[in-house]
């Protein structure tokens, strides 16, 4: 019998009471959407008009979802040459499913462009699928609401520097004009132990939760500059496991430019878990490049 002064029943009865707070805002902030039989009605109908353009009816829903940039080159405290310098790029984009339901993907890469001696590798790539539901009341002041979903994040390598695992979630959020607060916390779905670390089968990395702790804090702040279209930000995502003391911290800013939607990029990243392959090992990295918003 799992008592409420567990760690993970806890976990889960925050999970449930979010989740409740959340549910009258699917009402609310959910756009009215075509049944399905309507929907394939008008793609067949949009298809004899368009040629069969694919793409254009696919862009129907499809957005960017968290930062898409490219840092050339990027620094940290373990770098110990020029072969230790790594461009790290991320894209990641969503596509609405059915009224509020989104699937979303996103991939974080390293490459280290400069090691010619190792045929220049990616050291680390992160691939991350989700899926969610998003709702938010309406209105032009003070807005809340937030994500329902679950993901799972892995970087395809073999064991046994393999790493995965599997959450579920929920992201309430408020809005108030360039302000955007999220506080998103999961629950992490368990897995058997593993018997041999070369073995495919269990639990890669069991105590990644000493290191990326039970949610993370998102904060960001857009504000408008003189001939300027674009907005400026700065945000800030930081988590951390208190039983521990352990966590990570990544500053991101964001100079618009003179054409829209582009982006000088820089970020900063310091604590534990960067990438999954690090999610044990705390370091420090900078850099700076561009990025793309919508």
């Known amino acids: 019998m799992i008592t409420l002064s567990s760690r993970n029943a806890k976990i889960k009865l925050l999970l449930v ?25 008008n793609n067949q109908k949009a298809e004899s008009r368009d040629g069969g353009n694919v793409f254009k009816r696919l862009s129907k829903g499809f957005s960017l979802h968290k930062d898409n940039y490219l840092l050339p080159g990027t620094w940290g405290n373990r770098a110990k040459g020029t072969e230790d310098v790594e461009l790290k790029f991320q894209f990641s ?21 400069l090691d010619g001696n190792d045929s220049r590798p990616f050291r680390e790539t992160n691939y991350n699928p989700e899926i969610f539901y ?15 979903g679950a993901e799972h994040e892995s970087n395809g390598a073999r064991e046994p520097t393999s790493r995965s695992w599997n959450r579920v979630y929920v992201a309430p959020t408020l809005l108030y004009k360039g302000l955007e607060a999220k506080l998103k916390l999961w629950y992490r779905l368990e897995e058997e132990v593993k018997k041999d670390p ?19 804090l998102h904060l960001s702040y857009s504000f408008t500059a003189a001939k300027f279209t674009n907005p400026w930000q700065v945000a800030l995502m930081a988590r951390q496991n208190f039983a521990t003391e352990k966590g990570g911290l990544q500053l991101d800013f964001s100079i618009p430019t003179k054409i829209k939607d582009f982006y ?3 970020q900063l ?11 044990n090992h705390s370091f420090t990295r900078y850099g700076i490049g561009f990025s793309f918003r919508q």
């Open 17 to 41: 009471v979010v989740f409740l707070l959340l549910m009258p805002v699917a009402a609310i902030g959910s756009e009215p959407q075509k049944t399905c039989e309507t929907a394939d009605t």
């Open 93 to 113: 984009f969503k596509q609405q499913i059915w009224n509020g339901f989104y699937f979303a993907y996103t991939q974080k890469s390293f490459w280290r462009v």
């Open 134 to 148: 998003r709702g938010f009341t309406k209105g032009t002041g003070l807005r809340w609401g937030g994500d329902i």
């Open 198 to 216: 070369y073995d495919t089968n269990g639990d890669e990395n069991p105590d990644i939760e000493d290191f990326y702790g039970y949610g993370e």
């Open 264 to 266: 000088v990029f820089g």
């Open 269 to 279: 990243w310091t604590g534990y878990g960067e990438s999954l392959i690090d999610y």
